[in-house]
């Protein structure tokens, strides 16, 4: 079954420094989303991606975030200064474009666990 | 403010019974709503989605009620096994359509 696949799996970082998280969606998918998943708590939405451009982003993904497409397979999240309360786990999800049963029906990876010192 | 609440309580309940997990929200217009299923340390994994003209939707030991009157949405796992221990995840679109967001979760603990 087709999968979405993370790297790395844990990364522990120092504080302000730049972080880049990698996700390969699946390949027929479309549509591309980072979430992240404070230790305990919901997980929350960051930011979707479609046709090479953000779609919608939320209050959390301020100018320290930033997400690219490099290439046709790779879609990054990258955090320029981290801060402790970026510790947490990121998760890249991705959905097919639109239509049918499976609108909007994420698949999600197993996630990158961030930790920052 | 938009608002998914599932119960933060989790919920302990014996094998071979019925276990009954209840998603509310407020301000939002749902045309459909999703469950998903979360393990520790893993992704969400998508369950069951019910759109706002389905009463009742049905997956094998699986059945999720939606009614868009009450903002609610409850979710039924039949003759319940340990297996089916994880946290489970309830998903409403944003109104933009773009965004997928969650509920906190229940925590289910199924003991032999």
């Known amino acids: 079954e087709p999968e979405v696949t993370q790297t790395p799996s844990h990364q522990v970082t120092q504080m302000g420094q730049e972080v880049i998280l990698r996700c390969v969606p699946i390949?027929?998918?479309?549509?591309f989303y980072w979430y992240r998943q404070i230790l305990g708590q919901k997980v929350e939405f960051l930011v979707s991606f479609y046709n090479n451009e953000i779609s919608e982003k939320s209050e959390i993904f301020d100018d320290q975030f930033s997400v690219e497409r490099p290439d046709g397979s790779n879609f990054t999240l990258k955090i320029r200064s981290t801060k402790l309360e970026d510790s947490a786990m990121y998760f890249c999800?991705?959905?097919?474009?639109?239509?049918?049963?499976?609108?909007?029906?994420?698949?999600f990876g197993a996630g990158s666990r961030l930790t920052v010192l | 403010s938009q608002k998914i609440e599932q119960n933060s309580e989790a919920l302990n309940i014996q094998e071979g019974k019925t276990a009954t997990l209840t998603c509310n929200y407020t301000n939002y217009s749902p045309a459909y709503l999703q469950w998903y299923r979360q393990d520790p340390g893993r992704g969400p994994v998508f369950l069951l989605l019910?759109?706002?003209?389905?009463k009742e939707k049905r997956k094998e030991r699986l059945k999720v009620t939606f009614d868009t009157t009450l903002k609610q949405s409850l979710f039924h796992i039949t003759a319940s096994q340990p297996a089916d221990s994880a946290t489970y995840l309830c998903a409403l679109n944003s109104n933009s359509g773009y965004a997928l967001n969650f509920g906190k979760g229940t925590s289910l603990l199924v003991t032999p």
């Open positions: 999800a991705s959905r097919v474009l639109t239509g049918g049963s499976g609108a909007n029906v994420l698949t």
């Open positions: 019910i759109r706002e003209n389905e």
């Open positions: 390949s027929n998918h479309l549509y």
